[in-house]
């Protein structure tokens, strides 16, 4: 009988998921930083867990805070990377770091405030920090990244996110078809809304399950605008499962980013060629999708879009009563109360308004810390595709992840992507391998040769 360790259950999950890829680049690193890439790539695989491996585990009255399989092994992964720190004996923190935990701080000084000016007891204000504290832990990988995964490994991470996506989407097409309710099904308690045929997969919420497909296909696009390999199938297969989450904020984000790569290249002769099939396949079937939507109320203005615009009024008024530091992060639930706003769900403690509920809890300095970081990042991808001597895949890459950066803002006025786990997770390592790619030297070509220097 073989035996089985962490690391030998991780490789196996990794090959299994490179759907035909070449073979990853030989590692340029020291012993600590293959074993930190490796991780890497196994932690990107079993995000397929999703919410499925969710526990609920503290609970103030309307308000639940879980656990996530993901969340543990986050701990292993960073743990790992404590331990190469140490063997290396230094950690790089760069602007957009810095930037990140600034913010951090902003948000933990401002909740601290929020406990007099709110009278939050001791448990709201441990809810509120415990969430911060997820979120930093998720933004560690950044710097964990940018540390101890070589250049060399950019290919292999950027495998294995994009092909764990793509067993998300492959996944999430079936449960749309052959599953509906698929998240009343495996966990009836835990307040999901009911979506039907909608895609969910296995983070059981089609808009942000919309949100990752639509990152990822940008990503793609942007490669394909570049003139790097991508099988036809993947595209298409993102595209489909999009549609199949009827999310409009994801459908949004992802026009958005895809007019910033269309800006960049203009009609490079891949992408018109994918979209002509797309449009080829979909025209046919384009009367059963808009009824579709419509059984969901996706052309209407009532519902879920009238809730948001009332939510965002609310937003605003706390915003301009704390316009400095905001109230505090993840105290909106609470904080409500003192304006007569009992929260009922837990849908009532996050606000869909992207930099509007970062204004909210953290005010303009924290909100200018947080677009600040998302400009440092956008600056780092420009200065990455607008380089001639890069090979395409690399230019391609940045291209994407802008517009990947861009759609996720775009999605965020409609949900609360910018703080969402798995959401920011793909973010964090999207940013760290172009900080990978803009610090590695492109080839030059040699003087002499004719061509330009």
């Not at 995000?47 to 543990?72: E, F």
């Not at 000084?109 to 809810?127: D, H, K, M, P, Y």
């Not at 995964?149 to 950027?158: H, S, T």
Request: charge should be positive.
């Amino acid at each position: 009988m073989p035996e089985w360790s962490c690391e030998t259950v991780g490789a196996v999950m990794i090959r299994a998921l490179d759907l035909g890829a070449t073979a990853p680049l030989p590692y340029a690193g020291g012993a600590a930083r293959v074993r930190i890439a490796s991780a890497l790539r196994a932690f990107l695989a079993l995000m397929l867990v999703g919410n499925l491996g969710r526990v609920p585990v503290w609970s103030t009255a309307a308000r639940s805070t879980p656990i996530l399989m993901n969340d543990v092994i986050l701990l292993g992964l960073l743990l790992a990377g404590l331990v190469a720190a140490l063997q290396h004996h230094s950690l790089r923190i760069d602007l957009t770091a810095t930037l990140a935990l600034a913010f951090a701080a902003v948000g933990a000084g401002s909740a601290l405030l929020a406990v007099s000016r709110f009278g939050l007891g001791v448990t709201e204000f441990a809810v509120s920090i415990a969430y911060l504290l997820r979120w930093i832990a998720y933004f560690c990988i950044y710097p964990l990244v940018v540390n101890f995964v070589d250049a060399a490994d950019v290919g292999a991470v950027w495998r294995t996110l994009n092909a764990t996506v793509l067993a998300f989407a492959a996944f999430g097409v079936i449960q749309s078809l052959f599953l509906p309710g698929f998240a009343q099904m495996v966990q009836p308690d835990a307040g999901w809304d009911v979506q039907g045929h909608r895609l969910v997969s296995t983070f059981l919420d089609p808009n942000f399950a919309g949100g990752l497909i639509a990152a990822i296909l940008l990503v793609q696009l942007g490669r394909m605008a570049f003139g790097a390999r991508v099988p036809l199938w993947q595209p298409l297969l993102l595209v489909s499962a999009l549609l199949l989450t009827i999310s409009r904020s994801s459908l949004l984000g992802f026009a958005v980013g895809a007019c910033l790569i269309l800006a960049v290249r203009g009609l490079a002769r891949k992408v018109v060629r994918f979209g002509g099939i797309v449009a080829l396949l979909i025209l046919p079937f384009l009367p059963l999708l808009i009824a579709f939507a419509a059984r969901f109320g996706r052309f209407s203005i009532e519902g879920s879009a009238a809730l948001r615009f009332i939510s965002w009024m609310h937003a605003i008024r706390v915003f301009s009563d704390h316009p400095v530091i905001g109230i505090g992060f993840n105290t909106y639930g609470f904080v409500q109360r003192a304006y007569g706003w009992t929260p009922t769900s837990r849908v009532d403690f996050t606000l869909d308004g992207g930099l509007l509920f970062i204004a909210v809890m953290t005010g303009l300095v924290g909100v200018a810390l947080y677009s600040g970081m998302l400009g440092a990042v956008l600056l780092r991808c420009r200065r990455a595709w607008k380089d001639r001597h890069r090979p395409g895949e690399e230019r391609g890459l940045a291209l994407g992840v802008a517009a990947a950066t861009i759609a996720l803002v775009v999605h965020s006025i409609f949900l609360n992507s910018l703080l969402y786990p798995f959401l920011m997770e793909v973010l964090w390592i999207l940013w760290g391998l172009i900080h990978l790619v803009s610090r590695s030297a492109p080839p030059r070509p040699a003087t002499g040769s004719g061509a330009p220097v």
